[in-house]
């Protein structure tokens, strides 16, 4: 599986960006498609999950993100409103074979993108 992440970009205070990520190598219906966030000398930290069953959200990013999936496509997204200048970061999207339950732990994602940048300055 190979993943390529797109969509970053830099916006004002307040507005809005969508995060995408196409998988390529096999169906991933079945994987875990996760993002995950950096910022230079930080660990790189989680953002948000989805499964077949339930999607997840680290808190400072609840009610203004969405993570959301598309099977046919082969692809996953990351709506993000209301962004505030912490947001700013790396994203990379992660993909992990084993669909259930939904982790937050780096380690147990098996397939990475290759980051895009969101920066979030007026």
């Known amino acids: 599986v190979q993943l390529q992440a797109s969509g970053g970009g830099l916006v004002q205070p307040g507005g809005s960006l969508t995060l995408s990520c196409a998988a390529t190598?096999?169906?991933?219906?079945?994987?875990?498609m996760a993002w995950f966030r950096q910022t230079p000398g930080k660990e790189r930290e989680f953002v948000a999950a989805i499964t077949s069953r339930r999607s997840d959200y680290t808190d400072p990013v609840k009610g203004r993100f969405t993570i959301s999936r598309d099977s046919a496509r082969n692809t996953v997204y990351l709506q993000m409103n209301s962004l505030k200048p912490e947001d700013t970061a790396v994203y990379y999207c992660a993909a992990r074979r084993i669909g259930y339950p939904i982790s937050t732990l780096e380690s147990n994602y098996d397939y990475w993108g290759q980051g895009t940048q969101v920066t979030v300055s007026s």
């Open positions: 190598g096999r169906p991933f219906s079945g994987y875990a």
